[in-house]
């Protein structure tokens, strides 16, 4: 499921600003982007992130400035200066005049002379990072639950759809055993061959066809599909996983009856069946 999520949070030494987004994806993955100097901090961020998501490609950006009332440090690397010096007197040499660096010159070196704000307690950030990570969250949480609200609809809509081609199929069955009597009658008259139709062998031909046949147990599972799927979508929990199963299932189930009714009718609604129950799990891949 997507989402974006954004939170502030300041103390005395430190001002962060977290900013979560969330892309579809079947496995939790979390993508964390913050200054090397916070490497420490990237299991903790990611233990946050996972308690309340639990599916997607999460990608965390976080941005630590210094707290406008904090006191700046100055470094100089001086081993880094003497160097640059040293090669104006190496290029002195080279050009055989007096060159000599300016101010200016140490100033564009990168590296020489720079704030203290690399200078990053990790532990002191956590404090203005986590109040902020905790706010992106519940954002990024909230534009997900109204996400999946619209998902739900969307999952009952459809599977009304799956219940009536459930409820076609069940009231097609039991006329397959009759069908195929008609059909074995045709095709013994069509090679010439007048069998009585009270004859047992006709009977017991068709008794095991109907057995062959029967689908009553398939629909009866998928009538307590249904039923789970329902459920599922109204519990507290997180239902992804289980929903992606239970379309596992009864696309098993549908499967079963296309195989066992041997009919065309049935088989076409079997098609489209499988057809809509295909849209359902594409959904489901990304539900949390």
């Not at 990053?120 to 990072?129: C, K, L, Q, V």
């Not at 049935?266 to 539900?287: D, Y």
Request: proline share 3%; glycine share 6%; charged share 30%.
């Amino acid at each position: 499921m997507t989402g974006f999520g954004r939170g502030s949070a300041a103390t005395d030494g430190w001002q962060a600003t977290v900013e979560i987004s969330a892309v579809n994806r079947k496995q939790a993955e979390v993508v964390v982007q913050a200054p090397r100097e916070l490497a420490e901090l990237e299991a903790r961020i990611r233990k946050t992130v996972l308690a309340v998501v639990s599916r997607g490609r999460i990608q965390v950006a976080i941005n630590l400035e210094r707290s406008s009332g904090a006191a700046s440090v100055i470094r100089v690397d001086a081993a880094l200066a003497q160097s640059f010096a040293g090669a104006f007197v190496e290029l002195r040499k080279a050009v055989g005049y007096e060159l000599l660096p300016t101010a200016a010159d140490y100033l564009r070196q990168p590296g020489i002379i720079s704030t203290g704000s690399s200078e990053i307690n990790a532990e002191a950030a956590w404090s203005a990072i986590e109040p902020a990570l905790t706010d992106a969250l519940t954002q990024l949480a909230a534009m997900r639950e109204t996400e999946g609200s619209h998902l739900k609809s969307d999952f009952l809509a459809r599977l009304e759809t799956l219940v009536s081609f459930a409820g076609k199929i069940a009231a097609e069955a039991p006329g397959r055993p009759i069908r195929q009597r008609e059909m074995l009658t045709k095709r013994l008259r069509d090679a010439g061959l007048e069998l009585d139709l009270a004859d047992e062998r006709v009977a017991k031909e068709i008794a095991l066809f109907a057995d062959r046949c029967d689908v009553s147990e398939e629909l009866t599972r998928l009538d307590s599909h249904f039923a789970k799927f329902r459920e599922y979508l109204d519990a507290a929990e997180p239902p992804g996983r289980a929903l992606d199963f239970l379309c596992q299932e009864l696309f098993r189930e549908f499967n079963t009856i296309g195989s066992k009714a041997n009919d065309a009718s049935i088989a076409q609604t079997i098609v489209e069946a499988k057809t809509e129950l295909e849209k359902i799990r594409e959904q489901v891949q990304n539900v949390e």
